[in-house]
Each structure stands twice: as C-alpha cells, then as structure tokens.
C-alpha cells in the first residue's frame, strides 16, 4: 500500500499536516500516538501490554508498534500517511520492506521557533480544551472559554523539556533522514509559517494540485 511519512520535531506540525493531506487526497491517517492511547483506553489486548510497557517508564517496542499498525489498517483506503511513525531505523526498515514508501516529508523547525511554539501552548486542567497564546488566545488571559478554570502551561513545554526532546530528536531522526535521503525518498519543508503556507508546500513536494 502506498504510504507517505510525516518526520518533524513536536511543535512542527506534523500532526495538523497530516491530518489537513488525509482530508484531501483520503488517504488513512495513521497517528502512532493516537492509536497506542485509543489501545490503552480500550484496554484491548494490545494496550494492556502497551500500558504495562509505559508504566515500567520503557520505549514501546517496535512488534508490539508493527503488530498495532497491521490491526489498524483499513484496507479500504488507498494509501496511509504515517504520523509519529517510523521512530527508529528498525522501524524505518520494516516500514521500507512492507509498503510503498512514496515520500517522506521532514518538516523542518528551529529550536528556537519550536520554543516560541510550545511555549505558548496552553491547557485547561479541567475540561481539556487546549489554546496557545498566538494562534488561539482564550477570550480572558489565562482563563478557559469553556469551563473559566485557569490555564496551565504542560510541564513537557518547558525551555528544558524542549531542548531535552531537540536532542533525542536529533538522536533518533538523524539516521532515519539519512536513510531516506539514500533512498531518494526525503523532501524537506520549512516548518516555520502559517498552517496554510506550509500545506501547500507539502502538496507542491507531493506534485499534488
Ligand atoms: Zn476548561
């Protein structure tokens, strides 16, 4: 099945870019993330041994991750854009060997930006809305539109949470962009503008109208 893979640090956007090109070409939107908490809630079989893996504070391991996408696939779709997915080169090489990797998009975003970024971010504790202080400001500072909780920022949007995530980043996604660099697989776009800036570039890179 053809698939094209979404790379980027959090806060580049990946996720909004993957979701705005399944809307457009309805191709299956894989978010790794999603599915291993949509397991865990469902307390299905997977997300039990999922779970118990999290709880020991380890990384999940790439069968139990490999094993969860083939249970997720909707056949019915023609293709799927992977989203927090491959993470490691193991992965990376499964991902090659079993479907038809068309393109892998490296959003690319400075330290500094994703800062800026995730800095702004804010959440409501209570009803879960979620806000950030240059796209999305609550009507009140610092105070929830929907339920009036005071907002927090998330402890993993620190200044040191975001260069901590910069280095395993760089750790982990280096030999995969080399990999798919090798492969002839790799477009790069600046992750630095507007939502809308940046998804015509991934169609432009895509060759997509
Ligand atoms: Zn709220």
Do not use: W
């Not at 039990?48 to 094993?67: H, M, P, T, Y």
């Not at 393109?103 to 400075?110: C, F, K, N, R």
Request: charge should be neutral.
């Amino acid at each position: 099945m053809e698939t094209i893979v979404f790379l980027g640090i959090q806060g580049s956007g990946k996720g909004t870019q993957a979701l705005l090109l399944s809307q457009k070409i309805h191709y299956q939107h894989i978010n790794i993330g999603d599915l291993l908490r949509a397991q865990i809630a469902a307390q299905s079989d997977i997300g039990k041994r999922v779970k118990s893996v999290i709880d020991a504070g380890n990384l999940v391991q790439d069968d139990l991750i490999f094993e969860l996408i083939s249970s997720s696939i909707d056949p019915a779709c023609p293709g799927i854009i992977f989203d927090g997915f491959p993470r490691t080169k193991v992965q990376a090489e499964h991902l090659l060997e079993h479907f038809r990797v068309k393109t892998v998009i490296l959003l690319e975003l400075t330290e500094k930006i994703a800062q800026i970024r995730m800095g702004a971010r804010l959440n409501c504790p209570n009803c879960k809305a979620t806000y950030n202080k240059l796209s999305k400001a609550p009507k009140i500072d610092m105070i929830c539109d929907e339920c009036g909780s005071n907002l927090v920022q998330r402890d993993d949007d620190s200044p040191e949470a975001i260069q901590k995530r910069f280095e395993e980043f760089r750790l982990q996604t280096f030999p995969l962009i080399e990999l798919f660099e090798e492969r002839h697989l790799l477009k790069r776009v600046p992750a630095n503008g507007s939502i809308e800036d940046i998804f015509a570039e991934v169609c432009r890179k895509l060759d997509l109208k």
